[in-house]
């Protein structure tokens, strides 16, 4: 954890690099957190490809008609915004569904409302930050397995991990300043599962 933390601070001070130093930093950043991913490389990529289609998809059919958040973690799709009618609401699941690269499952927590301002993203971002810093600094568990999404100050916690990985982040992120509620979207698994068995243990020893 602490290995983990170090690198992600380097790479901040790293930032005002230029040039192929700073493209050489940022590539070293992408690798170490791709490590550090519980999902497969493969699954990491079916994520961001779904995010891509998803979000261009519901762009296309009604552009700034809604505001639409399509967050994607092992396959299971994970949206937040707001529409104007349920049926807009239904139908953009749907739409997600209907996906080529079909998503494992889709939790639907679009609001029907009037697209939220500028501001009001703006201290949802400002939220998301605080309780990645929060989680860091509390130490309890690899930040980099649990994904913040806020909307509405209402955060969403996604990522494979063992219940008390999840206790330790809802109590976290609810303790939070600004957040008015915490919503769980994880997947579990056992510490004894090789998912979550830590890198090294997962590791086969030389010779074994």
């Not at 309890?140 to 509405?152: D, I, Q």
């Not at 969403?156 to 206790?167: D, H, K, P």
């Amino acid at each position: 954890m602490k290995r983990t933390s170090v690198i992600l601070a380097a790479l901040l001070l790293a930032l005002p690099l230029a040039g192929c130093v700073e493209m050489a930093v940022i590539g070293v950043g992408a690798a170490v957190l791709s490590h550090e991913d519980r999902r497969t490389t493969g699954a990491q990529v079916e994520d961001e490809g779904l995010e891509l289609r998803a979000a261009n998809r519901i762009s296309e059919r009604y552009g700034s008609k809604v505001h639409v958040n399509v967050t994607s973690f092992n396959r299971f799709v994970l949206l937040t915004g707001e529409v104007p009618d349920e049926a807009t609401k239904g139908a953009i699941e749907k739409l997600v569904l209907e996906l080529p690269s079909k998503p494992r499952g889709v939790s639907n927590e679009l609001r029907v409302a009037g697209n939220s301002s500028l501001t009001a993203r703006s201290n949802d971002t400002f939220i998301t930050g605080k309780v990645k810093a929060r989680f860091l600094d509390a130490q309890k568990f690899n930040a980099l397995h649990v994904k913040v999404v806020t909307e509405a100050a209402t955060v969403f916690l996604m990522g494979i991990v063992t219940e008390a990985e999840a206790n330790a982040a809802v109590e976290i992120a609810r303790t939070t300043g600004g957040v008015a509620k915490v919503v769980k979207v994880f997947e579990y698994c056992k510490a004894t599962d090789q998912v979550c068995r830590p890198r090294d243990a997962a590791k086969p020893k030389a010779g074994s």
